[in-house]
């Protein structure tokens, strides 16, 4: 089955780790991202990867960071500098990144809580 | 800069009710627009999509349409039920890396 998988579904960290979540999909897209949801709000953009070894911030970038090491594979480490790391984290996947018909397809969430 | 803006939720409905649930965008070109789902603890599933001014957007039983004069795309479904209760996103898709720039979302519940 295609698709994007996320892990785990729930984590649970101390403040000042820095903690890693996995995002992989099979569907060939080019294109992915990483999004964060808090209660009662919309999502917001953290990072964004159009190809392969390459990413650009998105409007809450800061304490967070991602890789691109393989088309597959996208993900994102909370650091220790991200005031407020807990919430919902979602991961996302589109075709082409130019393409504006194309919907992004998301994967199932991590849950984040840091104590 | 892009934008959407949605009605604000909770929103109560009875079984059967019609619904509607707004969304109005502000954007530079010609976006294309999206609704998205959610059920309680789980990721977004596409519910339907319109790419260009006019187009009707439908998927079980809701639909949207494109409305570029007054820079809306509601969400309307004739009859709800009650597993229609989730949490429903607007969203435009832009130029910049395709990213997609949400609305708040409007929670639905639907009472037997």
């Known amino acids: 089955d295609g698709g994007i998988t996320q892990s785990p579904k729930y984590l649970f960290r101390k403040e000042g780790q820095n903690v890693t979540l996995s995002c992989e999909q099979n569907?060939?897209?080019?294109?992915m991202y990483w999004y964060r949801q808090d209660p009662g709000q919309g999502l917001r953009l953290i990072y964004y990867?159009?190809?392969?070894?390459?990413?650009q911030k998105g409007d809450i970038a800061e304490g967070y960071s991602v890789s691109r090491e393989k088309k597959e594979s996208f993900p994102l480490t909370v650091t220790s500098a991200q005031k407020n790391p807990t919430a919902f984290y979602l991961c996302?996947?589109?075709?082409?990144?130019?393409?504006?018909?194309?919907?992004?397809?998301f994967g199932p969430g991590t849950r984040l809580t840091v104590t | 800069g892009d934008s959407v803006t949605q009605m604000e939720g909770p929103v109560t409905l009875s079984e059967e009710a019609f619904l509607t649930i707004n969304c109005t965008y502000t954007?530079?070109?010609?976006?294309?627009l999206f609704w998205y789902v959610q059920y309680p603890g789980e990721g977004l599933q596409l519910l339907l999509k319109?790419?260009?001014?006019?187009d009707k957007g439908s998927n079980k039983g809701f639909e949207a349409t494109y409305r570029k004069e007054t820079t809306s795309f509601h969400l309307e479904k004739g009859s709800v039920q009650v597993s229609d209760s989730a949490v429903y996103f607007c969203?435009?898709?832009?130029?910049?890396?395709?990213?997609?720039?949400f609305g708040q979302g409007t929670e639905l519940s639907v009472k037997p």
């Open positions: 996302a996947s589109s075709p082409l990144s130019t393409g504006l018909t194309y919907e992004q397809y």
């Open positions: 569907l060939n897209h080019d294109a």
């Open positions: 990867s159009q190809i392969v070894n390459d990413f």
């Open positions: 954007a530079t070109g010609y976006p294309s």
């Open positions: 319109a790419t260009k001014a006019d």
């Open positions: 969203a435009l898709r832009v130029n910049e890396g395709g990213k997609l720039i």
